[in-house]
């Protein structure tokens, strides 16, 4: 059983900086009054945070931090299960999320999310939605167990029978079901694939005997072939060589005819500087009378006399020049041809190469087949043999992998079974039900609510009236619904004392007063409550504080005082007609 006993928070919604603290368990019954934005109830959205890291009602997480502090938003929740006493403290600015037990901090999970799983699964044993149908009913964000859909009722259902190991334990058989899956395609692969190269390996041993022979004379054949190409590439060499040979003795003249075209081209510009110069001297004679160095007249004979010497020199010259210019032509022709000649030696040389590469292809090709039917001839049958022998072994081994496989894949097919939502959940919810609706309809009765009310196995509700005419929950009236939202939660209630699994002291209802209950419908409410306050702590948020006042142990109302909600204790009553004289309003931890 969970037992709660203190809740506080600061800095939370309106809340200021001086905290708010609220003992659990210490009356029956408590009357939380104050006008609407008070923060009255504030108490459900700081216990479903401090518990579950989320308020009740629709509010983002940055919006619950006091918007004029600003920081330091925190809230704690101290509870009791069994011998050990735990406090659950979870802060906003700075992030804070703390578990205590007996007064030491529990070891935090690096993930944030797995510290809440733990806290959930290991430590209250319930979630959100769980808690917010066993402990809370509330007017704006609560949804009914009515409206929930039918995974998340049979969620609710498993939480309050504890049997949601067998949940825990469908989700781990699915995960080794599918590692069974992978292992099995793996041992059925393997095994298929020993057996395929099995096959080759047999195929390939009876090739080898069927075809040795005629895989010998075919190599023989490809050898002679290739010795064939050999003899037929080493004359064409040799031929080619004797074309080279004699080119290469024509072309030794080439450096002798280079040499003489040098010479001449040597001695042809000497004999053009010597018409230039004899051209100059002539220019000369023909251009002055009087000689420059000297400043005398030229003589009109020696002039002319010069002038017909150096006419003379300049045809002489321009003769030699066009002999040899037939010489440099005749040299140069010789030197085109011999050209040629090297041109062709290279050609010849490039073919000599290219066969010599074509010989010593044929040649290593001789070799890998004479290699080849080396490995033939004496290759390792016995080695063969026993590679079949050893894939069959690793065939059988895989094999009988695979048939334990199946066999665990028949167990893990029973245990499914078993544990999905028609197996034996189903079971134990059947075994339940009646109860169940026996104690639904029992409160439908308190409340003056005649009707039989049935849940299936399904979570499905089958409504009669006395005329047994049947309705369906959301053809009741609000105020019918809220009674049958009411029957249920008692239900659930009383099904979780009686496994101990979801089992609470705390019991809180969110303007259930102010919203569909007619007066007939109030004072029966009442009435039931009044038989749960023995063993439960009952808080009730409503507006209706000057009719509730002398129906509970103690009145709390909130107030809004410069925008932050204070708590003032306004007096014990006797819950029978009356209470004592309300204390002074002002702060109080109560």
Same mark, same amino acid.
Request: glycine share 4%; with cysteine; net charge neutral.
């Given at each position: ?173 699915? =995960? /080794?079901?599918? %590692?069974?899956?992978?292992? #099995?395609? $793996?041992? @059925?692969?393997?095994? *298929? ?61 080439? =450096? /002798?005819?280079? %040499?003489?075209?040098?010479? #001449?081209? $040597?001695? @042809?510009?000497?004999? *053009? ?318």
């Amino acid at each position: 059983m969970i037992h709660f006993n203190r809740v506080s928070w600061k800095n939370f919604l309106s809340t200021g900086n001086h905290p708010i603290e609220i003992f659990l368990d210490h009356r029956p019954t408590t009357l939380i009054v104050g006008p609407n934005g008070s923060g009255k109830s504030t108490i459900l959205d700081a216990l479903t945070f401090g518990l579950f890291g989320k308020p009740f009602r629709k509010i983002h997480k940055p919006q619950l931090s006091n918007t004029i502090n600003q920081r330091d938003c925190r809230v704690e929740v101290d509870f009791t299960i069994g011998t050990k006493e735990y406090k659950i403290v979870r802060g906003i600015k700075p992030n804070l999320f703390e578990i205590y037990c007996n007064g030491t901090k529990l070891n935090q999970d690096p993930k944030m999310r797995d510290y809440q799983k733990d806290l959930e699964q290991q430590i209250l044993k319930l979630n959100f939605r769980s808690f917010s149908q066993i402990v809370i009913l509330g007017s704006s964000s609560f949804i009914p167990f009515m409206q929930l859909p039918p995974n998340h009722r049979r969620e609710v259902i498993e939480d309050l029978l504890d049997i949601q190991i067998f949940s825990v334990m469908n989700g781990l058989l699915k =995960e /080794k079901f599918a %590692t069974l899956r992978d292992d #099995l395609q $793996e041992a @059925e692969y393997q095994t *298929k694939l020993l057996g395929e190269q099995i096959t080759m390996q047999t195929q390939y041993l009876q090739s080898i005997k069927d075809n040795l022979e005629a895989k010998l004379l075919e190599n023989q054949h490809t050898i002679s072939e290739n010795e064939n190409l050999i003899t037929i590439y080493q004359g064409e060499i040799g031929q080619i060589n004797t074309e080279v040979n004699a080119l290469l003795t024509t072309a030794k003249s080439y =450096e /002798k005819w280079k %040499t003489r075209q040098q010479q #001449l081209l $040597e001695y @042809e510009g000497k004999l *053009k500087s010597n018409v230039k110069r004899n051209q100059k001297q002539l220019q000369f004679l023909d251009e002055n009378d009087d000689c420059p160095a000297c400043e005398q007249p030229i003589d009109g004979t020696f002039k002319e006399k010069m002038s017909e010497k150096r006419e003379s020199k300049i045809r002489e010259l321009n003769k030699g020049l066009t002999e040899l210019g037939r010489k440099l032509d005749t040299t140069f022709g010789h030197l085109q041809e011999l050209e040629q000649i090297t041109e062709e030696i290279q050609t010849n040389k490039s073919k000599i190469l290219e066969k010599q590469t074509s010989v010593q292809a044929c040649t290593e090709y001789i070799k890998k087949i004479q290699n080849e039917n080396y490995t033939l001839e004496h290759q390792n049958k016995k080695g063969d043999a026993k590679k079949i022998e050893e894939l069959s072994v690793e065939k059988e081994t895989s094999e009988m992998k695979k048939d334990d496989l199946k066999e665990d894949r028949q167990y893990y097919e029973i245990a499914k079974a078993v544990l999905q939502d028609t197996g034996i959940k189903t079971k134990i919810i059947r075994q339940y039900l009646p109860v169940m609706n026996k104690l639904i309809n029992k409160y439908l009765t308190s409340m003056d609510f005649f009707v039989n009310f049935t849940l299936d196995e399904n979570f499905t509700e089958t409504i009669k009236s006395r005329h047994r005419d049947e309705f369906s929950y959301a053809s009741f009236s609000e105020g019918e619904k809220m009674r049958i939202d009411l029957s249920l939660l008692f239900t659930w209630r009383a099904i979780a004392k009686l496994k101990n699994s979801a089992n609470t002291n705390l019991l809180v209802l969110d303007e259930v007063f102010d919203s569909s209950l007619d007066v007939a419908g109030t004072d029966e409410f009442l009435k039931l409550l009044q038989s749960f306050a023995k063993d439960t702590n009952i808080f009730v948020i409503s507006h209706k504080g000057d009719v509730l006042f002398d129906k509970f142990h103690t009145v709390l109302k909130f107030e809004k005082i410069k925008n932050f909600t204070q708590l003032s204790f306004l007096g014990l009553g006797d819950a029978k007609g009356g209470y004592s004289e309300p204390m002074k309003d002002g702060m109080l931890n109560v």
